[in-house]
């Protein structure tokens, strides 16, 4: 199952993974009402809507202004526990990234250190027009690069053990960090790399210069 969840916390949304097929539609507070107005209709529409009412679509789920959980984490936890988890096979999250508040980009980058999304962390997929994010643990993973974008950087959210990277121009081999780290502009040398780590939990970022 393939799902979208378009947020309203960025300027300039990626909207061509709006032509892509989704079986599941899902607006959050403005980002509802984005969605309608590039004819698609939400199948859900979650928010507490103090920017934007809601569209008129057949399920909404209406926020109180005053809650722990950001907007996007409630759509997320409203969501998501509705469908097996071996159905879903990648949440895509348009404008998450970037906008005009620091607090709430923090916030949506650390989905991943709670523990109530980890069984979904491999599958969440945030874009944006110059930025991708995904996340990783434990294990080796394969990634694609996006032809759009130059750089490919590893942010170590916790402290790392055994990182590998290949087939980049900046290769690592079984390092470890003990502290957060933040591995930078690195690139890719094909159109796929590979890396692997015993333990943390790793955010990897696909990006490209604004001016380019």
Request: aromatic share 10%; net charge negative.
């Given at each position: 199952?393939?799902?979208?969840i378009f947020c309203a916390g960025?300027?300039?949304?990626?909207?061509?993974?709006?032509?892509?097929?989704?079986?599941?539609?899902?607006?959050?507070?403005?980002?509802?009402?984005?969605?309608?107005?590039?004819?698609?209709?939400?199948?859900?529409?979650?928010?507490?809507?103090?920017?934007?009412?809601?569209?008129?679509?057949?399920?909404?789920?209406?926020?109180?202004?005053?809650?722990?959980?950001?907007?996007?984490?409630?759509?997320?936890?409203?969501?998501?526990?509705?469908?097996?988890?071996?159905?879903?096979?990648?949440?895509?999250?348009?404008?998450?990234?970037?906008?005009?508040?620091?607090?709430?980009?923090?916030?949506?980058?650390?989905?991943?250190?709670?523990?109530?999304?980890?069984?979904?962390?491999?599958?969440?997929?945030?874009?944006?027009?110059?930025?991708?994010?995904?996340?990783?643990?434990?294990?080796?993973?394969?990634?694609?690069?996006?032809?759009?974008?130059?750089?490919?950087?590893?942010?170590?959210?916790?402290?790392?053990?055994?990182?590998?990277?290949?087939?980049?121009?900046?290769?690592?081999?079984?390092?470890?960090?003990?502290?957060?780290?933040?591995?930078?502009?690195?690139?890719?040398?094909?159109?796929?790399?590979?890396?692997?780590?015993?333990?943390?939990?790793?955010?990897v970022i696909q990006s490209a210069?604004?001016?380019?």
């Amino acid at each position: 199952m393939f799902t979208l969840i378009f947020c309203a916390g960025a300027p300039n949304p990626n909207l061509s993974y709006l032509n892509q097929h989704y079986d599941l539609l899902v607006g959050v507070d403005a980002g509802a009402q984005t969605l309608q107005q590039h004819g698609h209709i939400p199948d859900w529409a979650v928010g507490d809507f103090d920017s934007a009412p809601p569209p008129k679509v057949s399920r909404v789920l209406r926020l109180p202004p005053e809650k722990n959980d950001t907007d996007l984490e409630a759509a997320l936890l409203h969501i998501l526990p509705k469908y097996p988890i071996d159905k879903i096979e990648k949440v895509i999250i348009l404008g998450a990234l970037g906008g005009g508040r620091l607090d709430h980009l923090l916030a949506n980058f650390y989905v991943a250190h709670q523990p109530r999304f980890r069984a979904y962390l491999e599958k969440f997929y945030f874009v944006e027009t110059h930025n991708s994010l995904r996340f990783f643990g434990a294990g080796q993973h394969v990634i694609t690069r996006e032809l759009d974008k130059k750089y490919l950087s590893f942010i170590g959210l916790t402290p790392l053990r055994a990182l590998s990277l290949h087939q980049v121009k900046y290769p690592l081999n079984q390092q470890d960090y003990h502290q957060a780290i933040a591995l930078i502009s690195n690139e890719f040398l094909s159109d796929s790399m590979n890396f692997s780590l015993q333990s943390g939990i790793l955010a990897v970022i696909q990006s490209a210069d604004a001016f380019t």
